[in-house]
């Protein structure tokens, strides 16, 4: 396959992206939005730090600066972050405040750090430990949640506080994989509620009805980002956390498509009326493979495997339009509730309903970071 088209692809994006109106947020554009700090840049800039660190091309260094400098201001406060929402998404785009602060020394990279931190040390808990998902949804638990706020959280105890917490970001994984993990089909539910109260929530368990790819695909990034994260010393977190990476890993491997070599949207449904493979659940996947086999985390196949993934990605899904390259195939957006909107109720029927649509972060972010993994087979 001839990858110098993705090259292409991913210099289109940022040529064509200023900070206000960064061309992949669809979400936003679609929503008439304004600019705001978000878990969406943040999979951007977060891709392309990576790739800068492979290519060594200052033109990528420079916009991630550009992009995030725009964001936060001289004291450490963020343009349109709201530390009292407490929402976890929020956490998600500083993890490249700590490379930004140590290429570029600006203090205020490690002031919005502190700031972001901040949030997390008074982050609402359900009783056993794990962080709500958003104050608006007391006792929630969602997969995606482990990503947005674990791998900040896990960087920042590496390089500012000596790893004092990795046992509390560890228990939080283990409570998922404890409770959100059905052990026959071998898959995470999307949602759990502690209390069991919210109205998409089975009564005895407090789980929700499906097992959503791009859940569990930020789930696995979540997993393979913050193993490797941890410091060194951290023998004990690492093998606990390894241990139910491989369970995810080789669980997830038996619902690959055959022909399309990616995930189903409704990843146990395969072929079921109005399901169809998904591209950013998909990538997500396809990281943690090549990445957890690069580090010697899971058996050596995923590293084929996860690039099996993302040719099937890009012989399904990237297309060129009137000389520009397009990648389709991307859930704009899903979720759980909240009471004033019941079509989020966890179903089969409302994840296929949802928008799919081209060039959303949510689906380019997971594509490069899976990207960046190709590149280092």
């Known amino acids: 396959?001839?990858?110098?088209?993705?090259?292409?692809?991913?210099d289109r994006l940022i040529d064509d992206s200023t900070p206000d109106k960064p061309v992949w947020n669809i979400e936003n554009i679609k929503h008439g939005k304004p600019a705001g700090w978000n878990y969406i840049d943040g999979c951007m800039m977060t891709s392309l730090y990576t790739i800068y660190l492979l290519t060594g091309k200052k033109k990528y260094m420079d916009f991630i600066d550009g992009f995030v400098d725009y964001y936060v201001f001289e004291d450490g406060s963020i343009r349109g972050y709201e530390k009292d929402t407490y929402n976890v998404?929020?956490?998600?785009?500083?993890?490249?405040?700590?490379?930004l602060y140590r290429?570029?020394?600006?203090?205020?990279?490690?002031?919005?750090?502190?700031?972001?931190?901040?949030?997390?040390?008074?982050?609402?808990?359900?009783?056993?430990?794990?962080?709500?998902?958003k104050k608006i949804y007391p006792d929630q638990v969602w997969l995606d949640g482990l990503y947005m706020a674990q791998v900040f959280y896990t960087r920042y105890e590496t390089e500012f506080n000596g790893g004092k917490n990795f046992g509390d970001i560890v228990k939080q994984f283990q409570n998922v994989y404890d409770n959100m993990y059905d052990k026959k089909k071998r898959l995470y539910y999307h949602g759990w509620d502690y209390s069991k109260t919210a109205f998409w929530a089975d009564k005895k368990t407090g789980l929700s009805k499906s097992f959503w790819l791009r859940s569990v695909g930020w789930y696995t990034v979540?997993?393979?980002?913050?193993?490797?994260?941890?410091s060194s010393g951290a023998k004990e977190a690492k093998a606990q956390?390894?241990?139910?990476?491989?369970?995810?890993?080789?669980?997830?491997?038996?619902y690959i498509d055959k022909d399309g070599k990616m995930f189903w949207?409704?990843?146990?449904?395969?072929?079921?009326?109005?399901?169809?493979?998904?591209t950013s659940g998909s990538a997500m996947i396809a990281y943690a493979m090549m990445k957890g086999a690069r580090f010697g985390l899971v058996d050596k196949r995923f590293a084929k495997i996860g690039e099996?993934?993302?040719?099937?990605?890009?012989?399904?899904?990237?297309?060129?339009?009137d000389g520009k390259l397009n990648l389709g195939g991307i859930c704009l957006m899903a979720g759980l509730g909240p009471e004033t909107n019941r079509k989020r109720d966890g179903s089969y029927?409302?994840?296929?309903?949802?928008?799919?649509?081209?060039?959303?972060?949510?689906g380019t972010g997971p594509f490069v970071m899976a990207y960046t993994e190709i590149n280092q087979l």
């Open 222 to 230: 979540g997993l393979v980002d913050v193993i490797c994260y941890l």
């Open 308 to 321: 099996e993934v993302f040719n099937g990605i890009c012989n399904k899904y990237l297309s060129e339009t």
């Open 349 to 362: 029927e409302y994840y296929i309903s949802e928008p799919v649509v081209e060039n959303d972060a949510k």
């Open 103 to 133: 290429e570029t020394g600006k203090e205020k990279y490690k002031k919005a750090i502190d700031l972001l931190y901040s949030q997390l040390q008074s982050q609402p808990r359900t009783a056993i430990g794990n962080f709500w998902h």
């Open 265 to 278: 949207q409704v990843v146990d449904q395969g072929g079921r009326e109005g399901n169809y493979l998904e």
């Open 1 to 10: 396959m001839d990858y110098t088209l993705i090259d292409k692809y991913i």
């Open 89 to 99: 998404d929020n956490i998600n785009e500083g993890r490249v405040l700590f490379d």
């Open 241 to 254: 956390l390894t241990k139910i990476l491989k369970d995810t890993l080789e669980g997830l491997e038996q």
